[in-house]
């Protein structure tokens, strides 16, 4: 598709466990962002590359989030040992270069049990 | 990035204009004003952005007074579809710049 593309849309798991969720940018974006969001909540900005590496992951929470993006393409946002407080939409954004208009996609509902 | 401030809520008729009003007495200078709006479900989506002029595109237009410590972002013909939250962003037009998004305001349209 021609959108921000993110997968699964839904995922329930259990606390402890690990997850990944993907994000496949509109082509050609060099910018990916990772956002956050909780019920009744503006997005939080979780981290940002452009390209290959991540030029500021100053909203990573802890070190059991983690996200690649090895060929400057897709995103993968990991997060080990799940807590029920990780429960939340997880929005993927991405933009051509460093400027202009944020593109989102529909984001990953987790849910922690 | 400055904050802004802006309502928790506003309704609006269908059919109406409505006007969304946005604070941020803390602007720099090299700061522009974005405005994104989430509906229901969805990610936020992009409307509309300026500096110091007031700004119109086919989905609304941005009113910025002249000492830019406070916006209004303008739907002229408010349809049921304009239910959503609005928010209202001032960064830095900076390479990878990220946006720092508030609470936003619920516009209700209302027929």
């Known amino acids: 598709g021609a959108g921000v593309s993110q997968t699964p849309s839904n995922k329930v798991t259990e606390k402890g466990k690990y997850v990944e969720l993907r994000c496949d940018p509109i082509?050609?974006?060099?910018?990916l962002y990772w956002y956050r969001q909780s019920l009744g909540q503006g997005p939080e900005f979780l981290i940002y590359?452009?390209?290959?590496?991540?030029?500021?992951d100053s909203g990573l929470p802890n070190d059991r989030f983690f996200a690649v993006r090895p060929e400057g393409s897709v995103s993968t946002l990991k997060i080990q040992r799940t807590e029920r407080g990780d429960s939340a939409v997880y929005l993927c954004?991405?933009?051509?270069?460093?400027?202009?208009?944020?593109?989102f996609g529909e984001g990953s509902r987790l849910t922690v049990l | 990035d400055a904050k802004t401030t802006q309502p928790p809520s506003m309704d609006c008729a269908e059919g109406r204009a409505a006007n969304l009003p946005c604070n941020h007495s803390?602007?720099?200078?090299?700061?522009?004003v974005y405005w994104y709006r989430q509906i229901h479900s969805q990610g936020p989506q992009y409307i509309i952005h300026?500096?110091?002029n007031n700004e119109t595109n086919e989905m609304a237009s941005l009113i910025i007074t002249e000492d830019r410590k406070s916006s209004t972002l303008i739907l002229p013909h408010a349809t049921l579809r304009d239910t959503a939250v609005y928010y209202c962003?001032?960064?830095?037009?900076?390479?990878?710049?990220?946006?720092?998004f508030g609470a936003g305001t619920i516009l209700r349209v209302k027929s």
């Open positions: 962003i001032v960064r830095v037009a900076e390479y990878g710049n990220k946006l720092v």
């Open positions: 082509s050609g974006h060099t910018a």
């Open positions: 803390t602007i720099s200078g090299n700061e522009y």
């Open positions: 954004a991405s933009r051509i270069g460093g400027g202009g208009e944020l593109f």
């Open positions: 300026g500096l110091k």
């Open positions: 590359f452009q390209g290959t590496g991540a030029a500021d």
